[in-house]
T-cell receptor, first 110, second 115 residues
Framework: LAKTTQPISMDSYEGQEVNITCSHN???????ITWYQQFPSQGPRFIIQ???TKVTNEVASLFIPADRKSSTLSLPRVSLSDTAVYYC???????????FGTGTRLQVFP | DAGVTQSPTHLIKTRGQQVTLRCSPK?????VSWYQQALGQGPQFIFQ???????QRGNFPDRFSGHQFPNYSSELNVNALLLGDSALYLC??????????????FGPGTRLTVT
C-alpha cells in the first residue's frame, strides 16, 4: 500500500474554498485514492474516491493530476461544521483494509 | 435504513480481563472490518470478516479475535487486556465489491478504558 503525506493542520474561514493536498509518490497502477472525514468521537465518513482526473459529488471534488503522485481534496465554501480531520488513503481495494495516516486537521473559523 | 451500530458505547475494564464488542453492519453489507483508534491517531486496521471467516488481518496480537455471524453481524474479543488497549474501537461495513471496498461505513465506536 502506498504511503501518503498530508499537512498536519490547516485553518480556514467560513465561505472559503479549502484545498487539502495529499502526496502519494509510490501509488501503484491499480490504486484508487479515497478521502475520509472524521469528527471527534465519531467514526470516519467516506467523502470521495477517484482514480484519475477529476471526480465531483455533492460534498467535494477530487483532483488527480496525470502522474497520480498527488491528489487534492477541494471543499467549496466551508462552514464551521466542516471542522474535522481529513484522511487521504491509497490502495488497490484488493486488501480491503483502510490504512489511515494521521490526517489533516481542518479548523474553520467564523 | 439503519447504519452501522455498535454496542456498548462505553466500557471500563480492568487489566487482565476480557471484553467483547458487538457490531451490526449497514443493511445490504456483508463485510465487516474492525479498527482501533488511539487518541490523536488515525484508525488502525485490526481485521476483516467476510462469509464468517477472517479474510484480512492487521498487526495485532492473537489476543484480538473476532467472529462473524450468519446475519453478518460481528464481535471483537480482546483477551488479557492491557492498559494500551484503551482506545476507540470502530466497526466498518462494506459490500464485497472490489470498487466499493474502500467505501466503508463506520459505526460510532465503542470507547474502551482499561484501568
Amino acid at each position: 500500500l502506498a504511503k501518503t503525506t498530508q499537512p498536519i493542520s490547516m485553518d480556514s474561514y467560513e465561505g472559503q474554498e479549502v484545498n487539502i493536498t495529499c502526496s502519494h509518490n509510490n501509488i501503484a497502477t491499480n490504486d484508487y485514492i479515497t478521502w475520509y472525514q472524521q469528527f471527534p468521537s465519531q467514526g470516519p465518513r467516506f467523502i470521495i474516491q477517484g482514480y484519475k482526473t477529476k471526480v465531483t459529488n455533492e460534498v467535494a471534488s477530487l483532483f488527480i493530476p496525470a502522474d497520480r503522485k498527488s491528489s487534492t481534496l477541494s471543499l467549496p465554501r466551508v462552514s464551521l461544521s466542516d471542522t474535522a480531520v481529513y484522511y487521504c488513503l491509497v490502495g488497490d481495494g484488493n486488501t480491503d483494509k483502510l490504512i489511515f495516516g494521521t490526517g489533516t486537521r481542518l479548523q474553520v473559523f467564523p | 435504513d439503519a447504519g452501522v451500530t455498535q454496542s456498548p458505547t462505553h466500557l471500563i475494564k480492568t487489566r487482565g480481563q476480557q471484553v467483547t464488542l458487538r457490531c451490526s453492519p449497514k443493511s445490504g453489507h456483508d463485510t465487516v472490518s474492525w479498527y482501533q483508534q488511539a487518541l490523536g491517531q488515525g484508525p488502525q486496521f485490526i481485521f476483516q470478516y467476510y462469509e464468517e471467516e477472517e479474510r484480512q488481518r492487521g498487526n495485532f496480537p492473537d489476543r484480538f479475535s473476532g467472529h462473524q455471524f450468519p446475519n453478518y453481524s460481528s464481535e471483537l474479543n480482546v483477551n488479557a487486556l492491557l492498559l494500551g488497549d484503551s482506545a476507540l474501537y470502530l466497526c466498518a461495513s462494506s459490500s464485497n465489491d472490489r470498487y466499493l471496498a474502500y467505501e466503508q461505513y463506520f459505526g460510532p465506536g465503542t470507547r474502551l478504558t482499561v484501568t
